[in-house]
């Protein structure tokens, strides 16, 4: 399973490719609108640079030759730019015309999974159910996310179901257990999966029963040797 970044922020993308586990990065206009200092365009070249998965960037245009043109100029940006396009009768109809082109694209606020058929036949390289925001109005999103990603497999569409609105990690073991082939998480989320109350404690005792151990040693030893690291069997 892949794992996105859900953000615009510059720092917390360079801090989860250093872990390692960044497979690509989804922005829209409210996670931009969080950053500041740089356009649009120049936060996207940037993430560009820092990781060479998928990117998504989401047009603000709600006619079609507007949408086509903001992908058109998004996709030139760089080769891993995905083209976030909203679903709507115009969104649909912009999404076959990029797939048309070759363009990639991500079709987001999905909320039911015909939403996320008629998106994989336009065309969509990602199908984005919202689970937080079903979630928040008593639906159950995970739902959504299942029924879509049976009816992707069943069917062979080429599109990858990717899990969004992602609020709390028990989102992302249950969306990787419903079968979505992406999430993409908030950095708080991101931070979240790495920590367990037993493991920081448990690296905490670790530390403390080390210490402990080269102290008595070096009190035994009084010669330093001990000091320097291991003892030696
Ligand atoms: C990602 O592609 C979506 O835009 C994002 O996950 C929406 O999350 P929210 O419901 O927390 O705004």
Not at 52 to 65: F, H, M
Not at 88 to 99: D, K, N, P
Not at 176 to 200: E, W
Request: with cysteine; hydrophobic share 45%; net charge negative.
């Amino acid at each position: 399973m892949k794992l996105f970044l859900d953000t615009a922020d510059i720092n917390e993308i360079r801090t989860v490719a250093r872990w390692g586990v960044l497979d690509g990065v989804t922005t829209n206009p409210t996670l931009f609108a969080r950053t500041s200092g740089m356009t649009y365009d120049e936060v996207l070249a940037e993430i560009c640079t820092i990781t060479s998965g998928p990117v998504s960037a989401e047009v603000i245009a709600e006619d079609v030759d507007g949408m086509l043109k903001e992908g058109r100029h998004f996709a030139r940006i760089a080769d891993n730019i995905v083209v976030k396009v909203p679903m709507s009768e115009t969104g649909l109809e912009a999404i076959s015309r990029f797939a048309a082109d070759g363009i990639r694209t991500n079709c987001t606020l999905i909320f039911s999974a015909n939403q996320g058929l008629l998106a994989a036949k336009a065309g969509a390289s990602l199908l984005s159910p919202f689970v937080g925001r079903l979630d928040d109005i008593n639906e159950d999103g995970m739902i959504v996310i299942r029924e879509l990603a049976d009816i992707i497999r069943f069917h062979e569409y080429d599109s990858e179901v990717l899990a969004a609105s992602v609020r709390h990690p028990r989102h992302v073991t249950d969306a990787a257990l419903a079968g979505a082939h992406v999430a993409t998480l908030p950095y708080k989320v991101f931070q979240q999966m790495v920590h367990h109350p037993l493991t920081d404690k448990g690296i905490a005792q670790f530390r403390k029963d080390w210490e402990a151990a080269r102290e008595a040693l070096a009190a035994k030893r009084p010669s330093g040797s001990a000091k320097k690291g291991r003892a030696k069997s």
